[in-house]
């Protein structure tokens, strides 16, 4: 868990090197650029045009699974006629894809009246068709209808009736609109279909073809934006004369290259420590298998560069909450199916890569969990089975389970406040959160001995360690000087101010029996399915196999989606609400380091 030291670094050269130092810096790829001078100035030229269109294009063809070989050398290879080869393709894919499926809806609703074509008026005596879709339930109010009808089709809910008159009936005539069947034959229309099916496959194939483009389109995107970044960089610099000056922050594990490039150019380099006025971005670093925990953190909160990092906490609590919320090991073998038939694709991007292992933790965990409780896909396995003699838990167990959650949350807030008291050992805040530590571990072993006799050691040992903590989040929870009347009423009223928080505490230990609370609701209603189906199976003769497969499938579908957003969302909340509240203070910024953009990226 650890936030990478940074230095600020000052690059100083003549003004004609300019351009080479800043190229050999975005080589390098290890700096935070910050800005100097007043305002950074404006770029001298707008990137090319066709930057914006070759990301739609690239995207487009990157939603293929299968691609062409990649052309890695054309000379003749013109991006900006490519690009738009490309985005005709997709607005003509667009296009053919929505005339079929007009297509396919006008020979649905053609069908019924069958392949016919429209008689000449002068050869009809004047007289036309008139075609309505008239309900069943409605069919006896054509007993008063003065003009000849004749049904051509019909079906359990409705019939397809055709009116003989020389002008449109009266609105009122019949009980429905009438329907528009068009001047096209059923034939015609399906002749049109299949045409329009031949062009996709055809439009399908080229954008196949123009696959083999990709690299070189991802180049000279990444080109572009080289480019883009290098004059925002130019811009960020400070001019003076005859010399330029380039500031930012470097991670220490970087410096020895910056010192090479300065020695190898001449430059005069500075590298300083923050000071307390800086504000330096904050650099994660951790293992691969663990870099999920570092996107986490970032989708809610960057910590401060002074504080620590919670990417791993965020990695394993998470994992953890979402198995509690699941608890079932059945689901748990599903999502891990799915995670598997996805996993190559996912490994296409490195967000997928760290996603995946996240996704493959959770399957994992939730695995485990669901072993432990005895739950598969609501069933619990005979005792004298194997999978019986691992069932350890009941999630039944009301007691039990919640003794569980409420220690996970103890857990978890001692953990936070551990963490706040290492980051502010020397001073007040690190002596209230060591109180709370204290407070949060009394409390939970007071409930736990609640319930013996009288003078329990535990509830004793509870209510001592409970006063304790309370006492010092009173006492030392403030660095004012005891120098007279006034600072010691004000340390008493900073003392009464951390006290308040004790609800607080309350609550927010408390919301962690959401864990057993959903876990339970996905267990539940997972059983209520289960007994659906078998009383669908002894009470409908026939058809009852056939309904109580289907009651199984749509109720463990839904049942395996609200587990996994609610495992999503309340899994986050607990990290992101009740731990951090406890164990961060102040946000950060992320270090955003000036670099070479990728083909591809």
């Known amino acids: 868990m650890s936030i990478l030291p940074l230095y600020k670094l000052t690059l100083a050269g003549l003004i004609h090197e300019r351009q080479t130092v800043l190229e050999q810096l975005q080589s390098l790829g290890c700096i935070h650029l910050l800005p100097l001078g007043p305002a950074p100035k404006q770029p001298e030229r707008e990137p090319p045009a066709h930057a914006v269109d070759a990301r739609k294009a690239l995207r487009y063809l990157g939603d293929l699974r299968e691609k062409r070989r990649q052309v890695r050398d054309d000379p003749d290879f013109d991006v900006s006629i490519t690009i738009r080869r490309v985005l005709a393709n997709q607005q003509r894919l667009r296009d053919l894809t929505d005339r079929r499926d007009a297509l396919r809806q006008r020979i649905a609703e053609l069908e019924p009246w069958g392949d016919f074509r429209l008689p000449a008026q002068r050869d009809f005596a004047d007289l036309k068709l008139w075609f309505y879709i008239v309900p069943q339930r409605q069919m006896s109010e054509l007993a008063d209808l003065d003009l000849p009808w004749q049904v051509v089709h019909r079906d359990h809910r409705q019939s397809w009736v055709v009116v003989i008159g020389p002008e449109e009936p009266a609105r009122d005539a019949l009980p429905v609109p009438r329907a528009h069947t068009g001047s096209l034959r059923l034939s015609e229309v399906r002749r049109q279909l299949e045409s329009a099916e ?13 696959t083999r483009w990709i690299y070189l389109m991802s180049s000279d995107l990444a080109q572009v934006e080289n480019a883009a970044r290098l004059r925002f960089a130019e811009a960020q610099t400070l001019d003076e004369e005859a010399l330029f000056l380039v500031q930012g922050w470097v991670a220490e594990r970087d410096v020895a290259g910056v010192r090479a490039l300065a ?28 870099a999920a925990g570092e996107d986490l953190v970032g989708f809610y909160q960057m910590p401060a560069y002074h504080t620590w990092d919670p990417s791993r906490v965020l990695f394993f609590s998470f994992t953890a909450f979402f198995a ?24 296409r991007s490195d967000l997928g890569q760290r996603l995946r292992v996240l996704a493959a933790a959770l399957a994992g965990g939730s695995l485990i969990w669901g072993i432990l409780i005895g739950s598969y896909f609501g069933v619990t396995p005979a005792p ?6 691992l069932k350890v838990l009941d999630i039944h167990d009301f007691t039990t ?34 109180g709370w530590i204290a407070g949060l571990v009394g409390g939970f072993c007071f409930w736990l001995g609640s319930n013996g006799q009288p003078g329990n050691w535990l509830s004793l040992s509870g209510q001592i360690l409970g006063l304790g903590g309370l006492a010092t989040v009173f006492l030392f929870g403030s660095d004012r000087p005891l120098d007279s009347v006034k600072s010691f009423a004000l340390r008493i009223l900073d003392g009464l101010a951390h006290l308040v928080k004790v609800t607080q505490v309350f609550g927010d230990v408390l919301s962690y029996l959401r ?16 007994d659906l189906a ?32 609610s495992g999503v969302v309340h899994g986050l909340r607990l990290n992101f609400i009740e731990f951090y509240n406890w164990s ?11 670099r070479k953009a990728q083909a591809g990226e």
């Open 263 to 290: 020695d190898a150019q001449g430059l005069a380099l500075i590298l300083e420590t923050p000071g307390a006025q800086d504000r330096p971005p904050t650099l994660l670093d951790n293992p691969p298998a663990l």
């Open 384 to 389: 004298d089975g194997i999978l019986g003699q």
């Open 534 to 565: 078998r009383q669908v199976v002894e009470n409908v003769p026939g058809t009852g196999l056939f309904l109580a497969l289907l009651i199984l499938l749509i109720g463990h579908l839904l049942n395996l989606s609200l587990a996994l957003m």
């Open 584 to 594: 961060l203070s102040g946000e950060g910024y992320p270090f955003k380091p000036f």
């Open 515 to 530: 864990l057993f609370a959903l876990g339970l609701a996905s267990s539940s209603l997972a059983i209520t399915f289960n």
């Open 198 to 210: 031949l062009e996709l496959e055809e439009t399908q194939a080229q954008r196949h073809a123009l």
């Open 324 to 347: 509690l919320i699941l608890s079932d090991a059945g689901y748990a073998m599903v999502l891990g199916v799915l995670i598997a038939g996805f996993w190559r694709r996912l490994g």
């Open 401 to 434: 389970m919640m003794r569980l959650s409420v220690g996970i949350g103890v857990m978890h807030l001692v953990l936070a406040n551990a963490e706040m008291a290492f980051s502010n050992r020397r001073s007040a805040v690190g002596r209230v959160a060591i």
